[in-house]
């Protein structure tokens, strides 16, 4: 949203499902309700947002899950 895309080499796209971004929000107490469901109404859409990546993490399983995906990720950037 804020263009910086066109500033960077690669772009990382770290993606979660509605429902869980909501929830984990609201369970960390980082901000109400209110503000987490506005979270909905960004400039860019998630599937735009995806099309501008050069790579995708899912965050919607495990903090494992995501590690594993960073990691992989890590490696591949060292070997380029």
Same mark, same amino acid.
């Given at each position: %949203?804020s263009k910086?895309?066109?500033?960077?080499?690669l772009v $990382? #796209? $770290?993606?979660?499902? %509605?429902?869980?971004?909501?929830? =984990?929000?609201? %369970?960390?107490?980082?901000?109400?309700?209110?503000?987490?469901?506005?979270?909905?109404? =960004?400039?860019?859409s998630d599937?735009?947002?995806?099309?501008?990546?050069?790579?995708?993490?899912?965050?919607?399983?495990?903090? %494992?899950?995501?590690?594993?995906? $960073?990691? #992989?990720?890590?490696?591949?950037?060292?070997?380029?």
């Amino acid at each position: %949203e804020s263009k910086m895309d066109t500033l960077c080499d690669l772009v $990382v #796209f $770290v993606n979660i499902d %509605e429902k869980t971004r909501k929830k =984990r929000l609201i %369970e960390r107490a980082t901000m109400p309700l209110k503000h987490a469901n506005d979270l909905n109404k =960004r400039v860019i859409s998630d599937i735009e947002k995806i099309r501008m990546a050069d790579y995708i993490i899912d965050n919607s399983l495990s903090i %494992e899950n995501t590690q594993n995906q $960073v990691k #992989f990720l890590m490696n591949k950037i060292k070997k380029l």
